[in-house]
């Protein structure tokens, strides 16, 4: 009987399948809250109390956000909880093998931190992967997300877990998150993070006035002392703790607290400092809950007393922040007695192995670590075994020798748990496939090819002589599948048999007949294959009823070769070396009259090569190549035809080619290099390939960068900058002559140049004696000198060819070089000397705002008439009464008589339309007389005709016409208000020529 730790049987164990039918099984160390966890906050709850004592459980498997508060922390996980025999030898194993998915960390805060204190930080790592390097990275983040902590630490992977407890101390008051990721062997497996709270400290009164602490909390006669009270406590069978801290006071009270103690110190689970909030809101209730741990102290029927207290942070005499809680149900005390929870075994499964002769049992037990005693049915009535137990997972091997239903118990103090496993009789298969039955044979050995299984032993007989044992496998269907051994035949019928024993005694056979004929000496080939290599031939052979020699013959480069080899019933083999290619015919010969013969093609392998440098061209002198040469018996690389290696021979099959590719490097001269591969096959073919590769300098630069061309320099020192890219030597020149120069400054030099215009050069030669240069002229100015002999000499010249005999003022300029107005006219030539700036200008330097080209009296930018007669007079705009048409009638204003003609009037050559014509000046205007001829001095009506001589007493008269009618022609006569009317438009014209002018 075996014993082993959950993480050995992980092959035999899905840890996401039900087990017993309870979907909500629960592995000890996994956060799995089932029906059994009762309270919520301690997941795992059959690990609550004493039951799990010894440290296999306690305290660390229930950390993290589920007990917040740090109802594990303190002294649940410290001591000798964890140690004992519990961890000792073989059990030292991870409770959860090498599965990532079952790794966890728990990261927690305490819940009361004061701005600027220490405290402490808490990541419980769970199912650590034993050996893995195991590390954890930490940090602790701002409301704002900014970084304010951070940290990490790794570890070897222990058999249980891990509980790290970095220190923080700094932190101002505000909201942070603790973030802690897990990983195993640089792998992440999980990460987890608490929120908490930093709180101002406000001790010392003071620092609380004002609305910090309104509702009453203090002020006036509302003190708070009254409001807080204890109430609704309970604890379970599993000694779960609830009890809750209410608000009585229709105001909220800022950082209340319970504290919470127990009369004997082998009593844990409480809370080992007060549990405070941040406020309880008015008529608020805060729950507090915890898990009780009893050490192996506290012994049944001990008396326990658990005493609770409500609590205001910084409390004091009245007139300070807070009055402590003085009502009567501030406090509040529970006695119970102790009873020790009861040990269980679970048997969580039961099952054979696929061999039959194998049940694993899983179990844990629950409230006991020990040794479990197990008895099982046998042949011999009942069997015995035990193994160690406690609340991991373990698996234990049970050896039955009996069939049916098998019922295995298994008992620790105060429990004992059975489960019943069937083991039925498997079945037995067995058959010979090869011979067939009444098959014949002339040979004296057969293979004999075989089907078993089921079965515990097996034998093959021959004759009812058994000439081979089957290997027991205990296996099932088809592992002994197409077994094949060789048998020695006697002549005539022989009978074989195959024999199998299977569970419980269970019996097969199966038998064949064969018969061996009177031998025949003959010789067989079984196979020819040519070597990879090309030059050999293996023969596979035999011979029946005959063992000597066999002669053999084959075609070679000389006709035909022979060799000899011997030959026996077994398989041999013998090496034909052939000189030749094609069909090869090998015959052998056995007692001068038997033989076998096969041909076999030798085809000539392809000598294959190929020889490449990636580069034909390149600036240094190292060539790297790489090259690839199969099939060939010989071969050499050269350099310009000079061998530098030489190869021997070789054949690479296609499917492993890596012999045939070499790597190689030479060292060329500048220009073209030429490396040639050159190989011979095995029947004499040549292959020759080649690379050529020019070797060039590297690019090659000489440039000036100071000074530029055509710059002017005082003195006969030119100092001058340049570079210079891969040049192997240099030297200047001025004016085509080397110059000498002493500087060992590698980009800058000083030149003797002289004075006057010269053109300085950098001249360098490259790696391959290429010469390349960069010039420029430079104009050295003598400080002495005055080119223009103007008495200013040339370093102060503003102005260096001044013509000769013209003054010039101090900067050596005279006024044939100025424009001082800067119109584009020369001073010499400006006779409007302060033209505006920008301002266009005649050739003689003027703007239009400057001159007045017809003399008016109105400069030209203003003079809407630029060609006044002289001696006009002109308007404002520069125009004579010659220039303008005031009424628009097309007669100028010179020679019109009418100035004020209606718009669109016609006019005669005089700007005189009809309405302003009385040509019979018989007043009344043409445009409105009727009769335009009337006789000087003839009084006429508004129509301009005379009144009628005839009227109506004059007897002439039609009697039709009145005295009203005229003689006018028929035009009609529009009166006086027609005459008013046409002077009106007339003057209203006239006023809008004159606004428009």
């Known amino acids: 009987i075996a014993s082993y730790s959950f993480n050995e049987i992980q092959s035999d164990f899905d840890q996401d399948s039900s087990l017993q039918d309870d979907s909500n099984w629960e592995v000890s160390g996994r956060n799995n809250s089932t029906g059994n966890n009762t309270g919520g906050n301690n997941t795992g709850g059959n690990n609550s109390g004493g039951n799990n004592t010894g440290g296999n459980n306690t305290g660390g498997n229930n950390t993290g956000s589920n007990n917040t508060g740090g109802n594990n922390s303190g002294g649940n996980n410290t001591g000798g909880n964890n140690t004992g025999g519990n961890n000792t030898g073989g059990n030292q194993t991870s409770p959860c093998g090498t599965n990532l998915s079952y790794t966890t960390v728990y990261s927690s805060v305490s819940s009361m931190v004061m701005e600027n204190q220490s405290f402490s930080t808490s990541m419980y790592v769970n199912c650590e992967i034993l050996n893995a390097t195991m590390m954890l990275d930490y940090w602790i983040y701002d409301s704002n997300n900014y970084t304010v902590f951070s940290g990490n630490q790794s570890w070897n992977g222990t058999a249980n877990s891990s509980l790290l407890v970095p220190s923080v101390s700094g932190l101002t008051a505000g909201y942070y998150t603790f973030h802690a990721d897990l990983y195993v062997n640089g792998v992440f497996a999980d990460s987890d993070a608490a929120s908490f709270m930093v709180y101002a400290n406000n001790s010392g009164g003071g620092n609380n006035t004002g609305g910090n602490n309104t509702g009453g909390n203090n002020t006036g006669l509302n003190n708070d002392s009254h409001c807080l009270t204890l109430g609704n406590f309970s604890m379970s069978s599993t000694y779960y703790v609830t009890i809750d801290l209410i ?5 909220a009270i800022n950082y209340p607290g319970i504290n919470s103690s127990a009369d004997n110190s082998g009593v844990s689970g409480l809370y080992n400092y007060t549990n405070w909030w941040y406020m309880i809101g008015a008529n608020g209730t805060y729950n507090y809950t915890a898990q009780l741990v009893f050490n192996s102290s506290v012994l049944n029927g001990t008396n326990v007393t658990l005493d609770f207290e409500a609590a205001i942070l910084n409390c004091g005499t009245n007139g300070t922040w807070h009055d402590c809680p003085d009502s009567n149900n501030s406090t509040l005390s529970y006695e119970f007695q102790y009873t020790t929870p009861p040990t269980t075994l679970i048997i969580y499964s039961a099952g054979l192995n696929s061999g039959n002769d194998r049940i694993s049992v899983l179990y844990k037990s629950l409230n006991y670590s020990g040794y479990v005693n197990w008895t099982y049915d046998s042949s011999n009535g009942t069997s ?15 050896y039955p020798s009996t069939y049916g239903e098998i019922q295995i118990c298994g008992s620790i103090s105060g429990d004992i748990t059975c489960v019943n496993v069937t083991r039925n009789v498997r079945p037995l298969y067995g058959e010979i496939d090869y011979p067939s039955n009444n098959s014949t044979t002339s040979a004296s050995s057969i293979y004999i090819s075989y089907f078993a299984e089921n079965y515990t032993t097996g034998v093959l007989e021959l004759n009812n002589q058994t000439f081979y044992y089957l290997q027991s496998t205990n296996s099932n269907n088809g592992s002994n599948s197409s077994n094949i051994t060789f048998v020695n035949l006697p002549l005539g019928w022989s009978t ?13 056979s199966e038998c064949i007949q064969v018969y061996r004929e009177t031998p025949v000496q003959r010789l067989i080939i079984e196979s020819a294959t040519i070597s990879t290599s090309n030059d050999y031939i293996t023969l596979r052979y035999h011979s029946e009823n005959y063992s000597g020699y066999v002669n053999w013959t084959y075609n070679s480069s000389n006709g035909t070769s022979t060799s000899s080899s011997y030959t026996n019933s077994y398989s041999r083999l013998t090496y034909i070396y052939p000189g030749t290619f094609g069909t090869i015919e090998i015959c052998g010969t056995i007692n001068n009259y038997s033989s076998d013969c096969v041909n076999v093609i030798r085809n000539v392998r392809i000598v ?15 060539v790297d190549f790489v090259y690839f040469a199969n099939n060939h018996t010989n071969g050499s ?9 030489s190869l021997g021979s070789n054949f690479d099959s296609t499917s492993n080619l890596s012999n045939s590719y070499h790597y190689g490097y030479r060292f060329i001269s500048y220009g073209f290099s030429t490396i040639c591969l050159e190989l011979v096959g095995e029947d004499g073919t040549q292959l020759s390939d080649c690379i050529t590769v020019e070797r060039y300098a590297p690019p090659h630069s ?3 960068t100071y000074p530029a061309t055509g710059d002017s320099f005082t003195g006969q020192y030119l100092s001058l900058s340049y570079a210079l890219e891969n040049s192997s030597s240099h030297h200047f020149t001025v004016d085509g002559t080397s110059v000498y120069t002493n500087s060992s400054n590698s980009s800058m030099v000083q030149i003797d140049v002289g004075f006057g215009t010269h053109e300085v050069c950098v001249v360098s030669n490259d790696f391959a004696s290429q010469m390349a240069s960069d010039c420029v002229t430079v104009n050295m100015i003598d400080p002495n000198a005055d080119s223009d002999s103007d008495g200013v000499i040339d370093t102060s010249d503003l102005c260096p060819n001044t013509p000769a005999n013209e003054s010039v003022n101090n900067n050596g300029c005279s006024t044939s070089q100025l424009d001082t107005d800067s119109d584009g006219v020369t001073d010499n030539l400006d006779i409007c000397p302060n033209t505006q700036m920008g301002s ?12 007045d080209t017809d003399g ?13 007669l002289v001696n006009s007079i002109v308007d404002a705009y520069g125009c004579s009464n010659s220039q303008t048409d005031s009424d628009n009638d097309g007669v100028m204003d010179n020679l019109d008589l009418c100035p004020n003609t209606f718009v669109g009037s016609q006019v005669n050559t005089d700007g005189c339309a009809p309405s302003q014509l009385d040509s019979d000046s018989d007043g009344v205007v043409d445009s409105f007389d009727q009769c335009p001829s009337t006789a000087a001095g003839t009084v006429v009506d508004s129509t301009g005709c005379a009144p009628s001589t005839n009227g109506n007493n004059n007897g002439s008269s039609s009697g039709n016409s009145t005295s009203d009618d005229s003689d006018s022609g028929g035009l009609p006569s529009i009166g006086i208000v027609g005459t008013l009317a046409a002077i009106a438009v007339s003057f209203v014209a006239v006023i809008r020529r004159e606004q428009e002018e």
């Open 247 to 251: 608000n009585t006071c229709s105001f």
């Open 384 to 398: 015995s075994a035990s193994s160690y137990a406690n609340s991991y997972f373990r698996t234990t091997y049970i």
């Open 496 to 508: 074989i048999c195959l024999k199998l024993t299977g569970d419980n005694n269970t019996t097969l």
């Open 608 to 622: 294959e090569g190929f020889i490449n440098s990636g580069v034909n061209n390149t600036s240094s002198n190292r």
């Open 637 to 645: 690389v050269s350099l310009d035809g000079v061998t530098f290696k």
């Open 702 to 704: 000489v440039s000036i």
């Open 840 to 851: 266009s200008v005649d050739t003689n330097g003027c703007a239009s705002y400057q001159r």
């Open 856 to 868: 008016d009296g109105v400069m030209d930018n203003l003079d809407t008439c630029p060609s006044t």
